[in-house]
């Protein structure tokens, strides 16, 4: 079994910047595509960014192209997203995900239901 715990998240004003954490246990991290996923209230949960299981590709939605960036350290199992320039309508809970890489089948970042384990969440709130 995976254990996900998303840390960092908080509240900030338009324009701030934070680091977002996912701390990954259970299993062989770098065996694991990582994503990050976001849900604000009253709508639906959206996909953010998504990292590779060997950190050679990612991949971002459009809204935050060019201001969010995620990263691995395999050392650490740990996935980053570092988030900058952040506007009111990026508030919402951010949740990391991870993705058996093992199994051969194609990567569908942007696929919730291609994700085997979901963290908590950490609330991001950013004040206009």
């Known amino acids: 079994q995976v254990q996900l715990v998303e840390s960092g998240g908080g509240l900030v004003q338009a324009g701030d910047s934070l680091r977002l954490s996912c701390s990954f246990f259970?299993?062989?991290?770098?065996?694991?595509?990582m994503g990050w996923f976001r849900q604000a209230p009253g709508k639906q949960r959206e996909f953010v960014a998504a990292?590779?299981?060997?950190?050679?590709?990612?991949n971002y939605a459009d809204s935050v192209k060019g201001r969010f960036a995620i990263s691995r350290d395999d050392g650490r199992n740990t996935v980053i997203l570092q988030t900058n320039s952040l506007k009111f309508e990026d508030t919402a809970v951010y949740y990391c995900?991870?993705?058996?890489?093992?199994?051969?089948?194609?990567?569908?970042?942007?696929?919730?239901?291609?994700?085997?384990?979901w963290g908590q969440g950490t609330q991001v709130t950013v004040s206009s």
């Open positions: 995900a991870a993705d058996w890489a093992g199994d051969g089948k194609s990567w569908h970042p942007h696929n919730g239901m291609q994700y085997d384990f």
């Open positions: 259970g299993r062989t991290f770098n065996m694991y595509h």
């Open positions: 990292i590779t299981w060997n950190g050679e590709n990612s």
